[in-house]
């Protein structure tokens, strides 16, 4: 059987691919999973996926079908201890990671290697704004910050009058002359610089390196920051800055690849 699923447990959702050996059939993503009562048996496969997952999917062996894993919210892992073919990847297999680093960052950059060549810097734009920077199979080092949405969360809930402002569908003015539209000015414009600083340092180093934005907000912050940067000046570097909402799972490929052939 040549099909298998990856999975990646994130800080807000599961998110699911169907693979055909090294074909990318469909992604799709998942709410967590809510704390069963004592006493209810713990969820299969099938039953995980039955309300979520691509009909055709659904026709399929599930209980033989294998399931390769990882994590960044260690207590959802409970849900699939009684799914016998899940393989979690609990360890680094890029070199250079230091002992505290997210298996999803790892994932995230063997997958763009993988897809894009090296070296390569990945922007993670989800709960957490990280970049991540490798080259030669060898993670070289990152940053964290706060994402865009959770830069609007803490504003509103740490502060006593400042409303919950959202990304705007478009740039918005920078000298704005409202609440909300300061917000957007200050967190946007304030992100899309430090991605640009973050992106210009690394290509002093690495010239012809790729930059591939990823993550929940990265298609939105990827296409703010085109039309922000995009002059003749820095036209080497956009031309070579895309957005691939599938790195990960593209990580876990090479993963099951390496792992199967040393079997």
Same mark, same amino acid.
Request: glycine share 6%.
């Given at each position: 059987?040549?099909?298998?699923?990856?999975?990646?447990?994130?800080?807000?959702?599961?998110?699911?691919?169907?693979?055909? *050996?090294? !074909?990318? !059939?469909?992604?799709?993503?998942?709410?967590h999973l809510t704390s069963l009562d004592p006493g209810v048996p713990k969820p299969t496969l099938r039953s995980i996926l039955t309300d979520w997952a691509p009909p055709p999917l659904l026709n399929l062996p599930l209980e033989s079908m294998g399931l390769w894993a990882t994590t960044v919210v260690p207590s959802q892992?409970?849900?699939?201890?009684?799914?016998?073919?899940?393989?979690?990847?609990?360890?680094?297999?890029?070199?250079?990671?230091?002992?505290?680093?997210g298996l999803d960052r790892v994932i995230t950059l063997a997958g763009a290697g993988y897809r894009y060549d090296w070296p390569v810097l990945i922007i993670d734009a989800g709960?957490?704004?990280?970049?991540?920077? *490798?080259?030669?199979r060898k993670f070289l080092g990152g940053a964290i910050l706060l994402g865009l949405r959770s830069h609007f969360t803490a504003l509103h809930e740490y502060t006593a009058a400042l409303p919950l402002a959202h990304p705007s569908l478009q740039l918005p003015p920078r000298w704005a002359k409202d609440t909300v539209s300061a917000l957007q000015s200050g967190v946007i414009y304030t992100t899309l610089a430090s991605v640009?600083?973050?992106?210009?340092?690394?290509?002093?180093?690495?010239?012809?390196?790729?930059?591939?934005?990823?993550?929940?907000? *990265?298609?939105?912050?990827?296409?703010?920051?085109?039309?922000?940067?995009?002059? !003749?000046?820095n036209q080497t570097l956009t031309e070579r800055t895309w957005f691939d909402a599938n790195l990960m799972f593209w990580g876990i490929f090479t993963y099951r690849r390496d792992v199967t052939r040393a079997l």
């Open positions: 059987m040549t099909d298998w699923l990856a999975l990646v447990i994130g800080n807000t959702r599961w998110h699911w691919a169907w693979f055909d *050996g090294a !074909k990318l !059939k469909q992604v799709w993503h998942t709410p892992t409970h849900h699939l201890q009684q799914i016998p073919t899940v393989r979690w990847i609990d360890q680094f297999f890029l070199e250079g990671c230091y002992p505290t680093m709960t957490a704004l990280t970049f991540t920077a *490798g080259a030669a640009h600083q973050f992106i210009q340092d690394w290509q002093q180093q690495y010239p012809t390196t790729t930059v591939i934005f990823t993550g929940g907000d *990265g298609e939105y912050l990827h296409q703010l920051y085109q039309q922000t940067y995009q002059t !003749k000046q």
